[in-house]
């Protein structure tokens, strides 16, 4: 199979290694001549061109996987669709789904929005690495509208790369992703944010040299991509807001257990949120 792939980061890079071992032969795009140089280089594609002008090289493709940063994706998808044949499949790998999907289908009626749950704290094409997808959880948003053998081809496709794939409404998608993966971005970030307003700078001072995995762990995703943080606010903006309003609220139930000294009902909470951690953590 013959294969696009539009943006040569982190995720697209790591795809296009997968799937040539698997022999299919892998296009790639990108805005920078060392990418594509790289690309080429570690074996991410066999090909890769340096701007939409070469396009006319994806015409051959049978999948198009866009891998670029969210507010890019529809813009791509307007350069491109005019020269693509009707045959070819289109998707993306964006953590957004809905304001993607309907628009994106108005285009090309063959999209299929995807987002793999695969990453790691590193990006471009250096941090990409065979097998990123294994045991991940990636998920593919069909709707009405969608054609069944596109939707059948990706899924072979990403199950082709380890992953585990699951099939949503675009909506439903980024209802749930703004709970397990956006909500905690804001949170993290809140917590880095919140510790810099300590007063007294002998304190701050100490707190940094104390801060060890506990404050690691849960800073992670809030010190992470601040272009990527904003984009997901931006295009995921009520799921993101619900739940923070719902974070908020359970936040002034367990400060209102504290500030009463009810130490019963906060064990509780806690003894709560440790049984129920490990069913977010099924894979």
């Not at 940094?208 to 800073?219: E, I, P, Q, W, Y």
């Amino acid at each position: 199979m013959h294969i696009g792939i539009i943006g040569l980061g982190l995720i697209g890079g790591s795809l296009g290694l997968d799937l040539r071992s698997q022999g299919h032969y892998v296009w790639g795009l990108s805005r920078s001549q060392s990418t594509c140089n790289q690309a080429i280089d570690i074996g991410v594609t066999d090909f890769a061109g340096l701007s939409l002008g070469d396009i006319k090289t994806f015409a051959q493709t049978d999948v198009i996987f866009i891998c670029t940063p969210i507010d890019a994706i529809l813009k791509t998808i307007e350069a491109i669709a005019p020269h693509l044949d009707s045959s070819i499949i289109l998707t993306d790998v964006g953590s957004v789904k809905a304001s993607i999907v309907h628009a994106a289908q108005k285009l090309h009626p063959r999209f299929i929005g995807g987002h793999p749950m695969a990453g790691t704290a590193f990006s471009g094409i250096n941090a990409a690495q065979a097998n990123l997808f294994q045991g991940r959880p990636c998920v593919l948003t069909p709707n009405d509208s969608s054609d069944p053998e596109a939707l059948n081809i990706l899924r072979s496709l990403w199950q082709s790369v380890g992953a585990v794939v699951y099939e949503c409404d675009p909506e439903i998608h980024d209802r749930a992703v703004a709970w397990i993966s956006h909500l905690p971005i804001l949170v993290s970030a809140g917590l880095i944010l919140a510790c810099d307003q300590e007063p007294d700078q002998a304190i701050a001072q100490l707190s940094k040299h104390l801060a060890s995995s506990g404050f690691r762990d849960t800073s992670r995703v809030g010190g992470g991509n601040p272009q990527l943080g904003t984009l997901i606010a931006e295009y995921n903006q009520k799921a993101l807001l619900d739940s923070l309003k719902q974070y908020q609220a359970v936040l002034a139930n367990l400060i209102q257990q504290i500030e009463s000294g009810n130490w019963q009902n906060l064990e509780k909470s806690l003894v709560l949120a440790q049984e129920l951690r490990n069913s977010y953590l099924i894979i």
